[in-house]
């Protein structure tokens, strides 16, 4: 029993060249948190069925606790802290502040992610409830997260 | 925006600032326990038990890992005393010699490396010798195998008023049913964390996910035979509780330091995952509860009897706080001259169920209102009429004979929840859908109830809490309790209170992080009483720090602008140094509880509540599917509109949840389904628009007139959405949750 062999690994992430070295089938979740050093993307459930835990890669949602790091060798990768551009919020989090949208705020990240995905292509999902329904919220009942979320997309 | 039927005449109450903590959480840059960074840290495992009931006789360590790189804990390594300090001294930090439910912890293993540490649990081996398990609360009465005192009964109450049994022969019509409320889990998303350093000459210092650092400062200390300011628990962002973080931390945090206090002093965090946690962690208490009610033929309710059992599982912790809130709870807002409740919880060999939001309280109100909507099916009248009949108004007695002392406004808010509803229409095109469809059925029934606010009577004199507020280098106010923000937004209405009591803009009021070293013990942060007893232990804070300003000439008597106040604060801090308000708990008057014959007022205030379920079932795949849901409240003052319904939003989809969805599946007495994809909750496709309503009632001891919510909308929504399912079936009864799809099958083949 020994810990696994690590090999080099680069991506874009938030905008910013990444490399480092890290084990090819550590979980991208994990990668960002201890490696990159950003931990606004969260943990859940480590089963993909929580979504606290979502990014973009290359412009797609995922779930980044089922990704393996090697899987994003040369992309893009998007996390909450990327969205807010020259120190000013996203519409999203702008709305989910107002609007309480946010809780106790571990899902916040994963679903802020999901529903910045779904503004840019509302065409993607049926609707909003289908939408985020890969993202489990246990305190706000996601009322208020659809009023955030619509408030964002009228802007 | 929720629906607020009041003018506010504040400044802040009333008003919906920005949450204190919205940035850091819309941003990620919030931290909560796992984002910590601690250097050297250890990551901590727990090796738990796989039998319900057995004697430990051998643990063994495999070869071929490493051991010396790992720190290594057993209960021999324990330094003080291998107790957690609760209610009753029954439940070890680690098993020694005998364990008594599965998942107890045995042995805890430390090491540098993540995953080295997880793969070692299953390396180590620890043999049994087996013992009788009690599994179900018939065993655990049934007297055969006793392991709790005589008769595995943690703790029995009984309230009595009047005489049922005289009642019994002389009514027109007696019904009787026996419902089951199943176990819950809080399911915080989350899990369980804890980072401790210990060490003797250090001390024992805790950062964790909780609800009440002074619980784990109360546990710590005789763990490690250390006096109070030896010992600091220090809240991080907690993402969610719902109870299951009010006194589960304890362990986890024993669990780190004790490794800590072994690895001479190196941090040591502990995160569970959400296996670990849905498998070992506490969850909502299953109840079986047995009604009978006599009526007259037009629905007076005459006698009611109430016989409820709660599994407590193998150790107390909780259970009997859990039981007198549901003992309180069992005859719900009703008028009725004889009425007997009888509760008890009992032992069995399963982890502890422990506090989940509402405590008690759904597990009791699920069968009364469920019952009275048999009832009415049975006497052939309407649910809402017969409940109309029995109302509790003012200058009633409740069971525990307590007076009304003012009306409650429930008719209010019954015909509220009914119009906003369409109750009426509803039910008879449902009736009429239902005749002719086979395939969808509709189903809507309501269910009307109050929770009781803080601690029971005696309780929150006992707890004797005290919460403060300080002057800020930059002249403002720092609010110090111990009461956590755990996603229910305290440290904003705590705020707006301060700022409206002191005339001073809400940016201007700060929230100390809550650390046994620097904040007084405000009490627990549970029992939705943060706001009402807490906000108001505050309020007066306020006003004595503004009286503290005003006689020392600082500051005029008679208003004031932020910058006049800034200033006045200056001042003072120049001449004295500094500024620290303090006040403590007061029961309000006329408020009086005995704990012996249990009567008095159980509670100094009561949020009273009118919901509506609205639902369809498809009879091809049994589903039960939410359309719709109002909540109607009447929760005395609002602090802030947003939050509040926030609150009562995700208590109604949790609710929703207990009712249609969550099943924790048991064998062995401990969960089987840990995973979210065995486990339902409701997610955006399941939650239907919820509606709510509040009204204000100010309760002249709560802050500018605020009572609790937190646990109210927990109540509820089980009741009537299982009413509502009956309604679809064509008044079929199904008296348990959760009603999934084979529990519908079940009921009508
Ligand atoms: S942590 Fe990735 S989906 Fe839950
Ligand atoms: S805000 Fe707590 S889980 Fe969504």
Redesign the pocket.
């Given at each position: 029993m020994s810990a696994p062999a690590e090999e080099k690994s680069s991506f874009v992430i938030n905008g910013k060249s990444w490399s480092g070295a890290v084990h090819p089938l550590k979980r991208l979740l994990d990668t960002i948190r201890e490696d990159v050093g950003l931990t606004g993307t969260k943990e859940g459930c480590g089963e993909g069925e929580c979504g606290a835990c979502t990014v973009f890669l290359d412009g797609q949602v995922v779930m980044s606790c089922m990704v393996p790091t090697c899987q994003a060798e040369g992309k893009q990768i998007t996390t909450i802290e990327g969205l807010a551009e020259n120190g000013r919020l996203h519409p999203m989090q702008e709305s989910f502040a107002q609007e309480g949208g946010?809780?106790?705020?571990?899902?916040?990240p994963g679903?802020i992610m999901a529903a910045v995905a779904y503004a840019r292509d509302p065409g993607s999902a049926e609707d909003m409830r289908e939408a985020l329904a890969g993202n489990?919220?246990?305190?706000?009942g996601y009322i208020r997260i659809f009023e955030a979320v619509k408030k964002a997309m009228a802007k | 925006m929720p629906d607020v039927l009041t003018t506010p005449a504040y400044r802040w109450v009333g008003h919906n600032p920005p949450r204190k903590e919205s940035l850091e959480k819309v941003t990620g840059s919030a931290k909560y326990l796992d984002d910590l960074k601690f250097e050297g840290c250890l990551h901590g495992k727990t090796v738990r038990s796989t039998v319900p009931h057995g004697r430990i006789k051998k643990i063994s360590f495999e070869p071929g890992v490493p051991w010396d790189e790992f720190t290594v804990v057993t209960a021999r390594d324990i330094p003080g005393k291998n107790v957690v300090s609760l209610i009753e001294l029954d439940q070890p930090f680690l098993a020694d010699g005998l364990v008594r439910h599965m998942a107890e912890p045995v042995v805890l293993l430390a090491h540098p490396d993540k995953g080295m540490a997880e793969k070692a649990v299953k390396r180590v081996h620890i043999e049994y010798e087996e013992l009788p398990a009690i599994l179900t609360i018939e065993e655990s009465l049934a007297g055969g195998n006793i392991q709790y005192g005589k008769d595995n009964i943690f703790k029995k109450y009984h309230i009595q008023k009047g005489d049922p049994e005289s009642v019994w022969p002389k009514a027109d019509v007696v019904i009787e049913g026996e419902y089951w409320t199943g176990p819950q889990e809080q399911l915080y998303?989350e899990p369980q964390g804890v980072v401790a350093v210990a060490s003797p000459t250090g001390g024992v210092t805790v950062w964790g996910s909780m609800q009440c650092p002074f619980y784990v400062h109360k546990g710590l200390k005789p763990l490690f035979n250390l006096p109070d300011d030896r010992v600091r628990v220090i809240y991080t962002v907690t993402?969610?509780g719902f109870g299951g973080k009010e006194e589960y931390p304890t362990l986890p945090a024993g669990h780190a330091a004790l490794l800590s206090w072994k690895a001479g002093g190196r941090p040591v965090k502990i995160v569970y995952d959400r296996m670990e946690d849905m498998w070992a962690t506490t969850k909502r208490h299953p109840c079986k509860t047995r009604v009978k009610a006599a009526f007259t033929k037009d629905g007076k309710l005459l006698a009611l009897k109430v016989d409820a059992t709660m599994d407590g599982g193998a150790y107390v912790t909780l259970s009997t706080v859990v039981l007198s809130r549901g003992t309180l709870h069992a005859f719900g807002p009703y008028a009725c001259d004889h009425v007997v409740i009888d509760t008890r919880a009992v032992f069995t060999n399963s982890p502890p169920y422990g506090a989940f939001r509402g405590f008690g309280a759904p597990q009791t109100i699920f069968p009364l209102e469920l019952h009275l909507h048999r009832a009415a099916c049975e006497l052939g009248i309407e649910p809402h009429e017969l409940r109309r009949r029995n109302l509790l108004h003012q200058g009633d007695r409740m069971a525990t004979g307590q007076v009304m002392q003012e009306e409650t406004g429930l008719e209010g808010l019954m015909w509220k929840a009914m119009d906003e509803s369409k109750y009426l229409e509803k039910t008879k095109a449902y009736r009429e859908h239902n005749r002719s469809s086979t395939r969808i059925k509709k189903g809507v029934a309501l269910a009307l109830f109050f929770h009781g606010a803080g601690f029971t009577g005696s309780g929150e004199v006992f707890l004797d809490s005290k919460a403060g507020l300080e002057l800020t280098r930059d002249g403002a106010v720092r609010i110090l309790s111990a009461n956590t923000e755990i996603?229910q937004g305290s440290f904003t209405t705590h705020s707006q209170i301060v700022a409206e009591e002191l005339r001073i803009p809400y940016e201007m009021v700060e929230v100390a992080v809550p650390d046994t070293a620097v904040v007084p013990n405000s009490g627990p942060t549970v029992a939705s009483r943060t706001c009402m007893v807490v906000g108001e232990l505050l309020r007066r804070a306020a006003s004595d720090l503004k009286e503290v300003l005003v006689k020392s000439g600082a500051l005029a008597g008679n208003g004031h602008t932020p910058s006049e106040f800034r200033a006045a604060a200056g001042k003072y801090l120049q001449r004295f140094g500094e500024l620290k308000v303090y006040s403590k708990y007061k029961p309000p008057p006329d408020v009086s509880w005995d704990d012996k014959t249990y009567t008095g007022s159980a509670y100094a205030a009561y949020a009273w509540a009118c919901y509506v379920a609205d639902l369809e079932i498809d009879m091809a795949t049994y589903q039960a599917q939410m359309k719709d849901f109002v909540a109607v409240q009447e929760v005395g003052r609002v602090i802030h509109p947003v939050i509040a319904a926030g609150q009562i939003e995700g208590g109604v989809a949790q609710a929703i949840g207990w009712a249609l969805y969550e099943d924790v599946a048991l064998k062995q007495g401990v969960m089987q389904n840990c995973q979210l994809t065995n486990y339902i909750l409701p997610t955006t496709a399941d939650t239907p628009p919820i509606r709510v309503f509040f009204y204000e009632n100010p309760y002249q001891n709560g802050p500018f007139g605020a009572k609790g919510l937190g646990e109210l909308p927990m109540d509820g929504p089980a009741p009537a959405i299982a009413a509502a399912v009956a309604f679809a079936l064509g008044d079929r009864i199904i008296p348990r949750i959760p009603i999934l799809p084979e529990t519908i099958l079940d009921a009508i083949s």
């Open positions: 946010a809780q106790c705020g571990i899902c916040t679903m489990l919220c246990r305190c706000t | 998303i993402g969610g996603g």
